[in-house]
């Protein structure tokens, strides 16, 4: 049986020192090639089914202008050996969904989105069929630069039934609060939301000895701290036990001006993908595949 493998990418809550005015996902990471196209290529080479962009109504329609509804699978993009290699492409949809109202200034800390993107993706695919909701998820974040295309070569130990796949630099993973890509499962987000909730303050003050229900609120700065989360706290309780590991040789934290900085002068800039990969792709009113 084919695994359903969904890419989540989180932009919603996303928090940069840029200061700047434009979203920092459209940031380039090398000569027209952008971070948020970065993250979409980034799952369709690890080999996602499907992709789920995790973001806001004030920022989701910038982001889909540039990178569309949908893309290409670059393992299956060209074969040389196909009479028509145009019908054995393979597409992969791409998906827009915000965070819930309910958990804004509540719960959505940047790895909420992240979460909440899971939640989408199964959510959905209950609602169509058990055969089409995802057994595992790719996490991608826009804003780290690393050697991508080392993905294609593992999409097996990503697609692993039994366990975690984890990008790693010097021994240290998205639980050391460092933004590299990872797997979850179902049970996995279980367990991290279920410790959130259970971590998080809320707005009332725990009830004294006695009582059965609270009355005293919180001061406003100690209500709901689970929006400041780090990457540590949120993803604390993801099972790490026996997964696999792959160690780049090379990563920045582009998130921060300084991060940026270092990168742009490294030398060690992600190759812009052939040009069909990374293009806008988007469907017209008759509902025919068009490519823009």
């Avoid at 040389?80 to 509540?106: A, G, M, N, T």
């Avoid at 609060?177 to 909730?197: E, S």
Wanted: aromatic share 16%; net charge neutral.
């Amino acid at each position: 049986m084919n695994m359903h493998l969904a890419g989540i990418i989180p932009v919603a809550n996303l928090k940069t020192d840029f200061e700047i005015d434009t979203p920092a996902v459209l940031l380039p990471v090398c000569a027209g090639f952008t971070a948020i196209q970065k993250s979409v290529f980034e799952c369709a080479m690890a080999g996602c089914e499907t992709i789920w962009i995790v973001a806001n109504d004030d920022l989701a329609p910038i982001v889909r202008k540039v990178v569309g509804e949908w893309t290409y699978d670059p393992l299956y993009y060209s074969r040389r050996f196909e009479r028509f290699p145009s019908q054995v492409r393979k597409e992969i949809p791409i998906y827009y969904v915000p965070v819930h109202p309910k958990d804004r200034d509540r719960r959505d800390s940047y790895g909420w989105s992240a979460l909440y993107g899971i939640f989408c993706a199964w959510w959905v695919g209950v609602k169509i069929s058990k055969w089409v909701v995802p057994q595992k998820y790719f996490i991608s974040f826009p804003m780290n630069a690393y050697n991508i295309y080392f993905l294609r070569e593992n999409r097996k130990l990503i697609s692993d039934i039994n366990k975690n796949f984890f990008v790693s630099r010097l021994g240290k993973t998205v639980k050391d609060n460092i933004p590299l890509p990872f797997t979850m499962f179902g049970d996995d987000y279980i367990q991290c939301r279920r410790w959130i909730n259970k971590k998080t303050t809320k707005q009332y003050c725990s009830p004294p000895p006695g009582e059965k229900y609270p009355s005293k609120k919180l001061p406003l700065h100690e209500r709901w701290s689970a929006r400041s989360f780090d990457f540590s706290e949120v993803f604390e309780k993801l099972e790490e036990k026996d997964a696999h590991h792959f160690e780049t040789e090379w990563f920045y934290d582009i998130s921060t001006w300084d991060g940026y900085v270092d990168y742009i002068a490294s030398g060690n800039l992600i190759k812009k993908p052939y040009e069909p990969l990374t293009k806008t792709h988007q469907h017209n009113k008759l509902l025919e595949e068009e490519e823009i």
